[in-house]
Structure formats: C-alpha cells, structure tokens
C-alpha cells in the first residue's frame, strides 16, 4: 500500500517561509503526479499546486508568484518551497498521488478521484 509522508510545517511569523516535503513510499515516484491541497479549520480543502511526472506545475491564484513545487524523482520526495507567508495560509497541508498517464496535466480539484492516495497532513501556522 503506498503511503505519502508530510514533513516541514509549523509555526511561523507572517512574511516568513517553510519548505514543505511529501515523501513517497511504495511506489516509485517518476510515473506519478503530486498534488499539495490544504484544509484551514472550519474551510473545505482547497488545491494550492501540483506537479505532473513530466514536470508541468499549476498553482492556485492565492499562491501564484509565492509558492513553488518541484520534485526530486530519486529520492521519491516532492517540495514545496513556501515564501511570503500569510494568516490565509494557515492550515493543514496534505499531498496526494495520482497515476501519472491519468494526470497529464495536473489538476486541483481535491475531489478529483484521479488522485488515489492521500498523506495524514502537515499543520501550517502563520501567525504573530
């Protein structure tokens, strides 16, 4: 069963960064894509960004200039560089595998089913 590992959240003031990590296991990484989708409390989940096995990126408007995704095939393991932080970007960030033939382009819809395999979450607190 593939299991996919956050790490890299926390506290952190307003303008600040962190570098979250999706670390893949049982599976190899090249032939799938990755999306990053997060939850704030009382908010449905929202897509933030992905990344396809060909490398295509999208990112959600709010996160657009700010974050960056990018993913290092040998060691099974997706970044997403967070910069420029907000109070609006507080919440748990979860990331989730799709089969890469089905995801060409990556989408970020958290009710896509083409994304068969979720992360328990990382919390992510901006705040003063």
């Known amino acids: 069963q593939p299991q996919l590992v956050e790490s890299g959240g926390g506290l952190v003031q307003p303008g600040g960064s962190l570098r979250l990590s999706c670390e893949v296991h049982?599976?190899?990484?090249?032939?799938?894509?990755i999306g990053w989708f997060r939850q704030a409390p009382g908010k449905g989940r929202e897509g933030v960004s992905c990344?396809?096995?060909?490398?295509?990126?999208n990112y959600g408007g709010s996160v657009k200039g700010r974050f960056t995704i990018s993913r290092d095939n040998a060691k099974n393991t997706v970044y997403l560089q967070m910069n420029s932080l907000n109070a609006e970007d507080t919440g748990v960030y979860y990331c989730?595998?799709?089969?890469?033939?089905?995801?060409?382009?990556?989408?970020?819809?958290?009710?896509?089913?083409?994304?068969?395999?979720w992360g328990q979450g990382t919390q992510v607190t901006v705040s003063s």
């Open positions: 049982g599976l190899s990484l090249e032939h799938f894509a």
């Open positions: 989730a595998s799709g089969w890469g033939p089905d995801l060409p382009f990556c989408t970020l819809h958290p009710g896509d089913g083409r994304y068969t395999n």
């Open positions: 990344v396809s096995t060909e490398s295509r990126t």
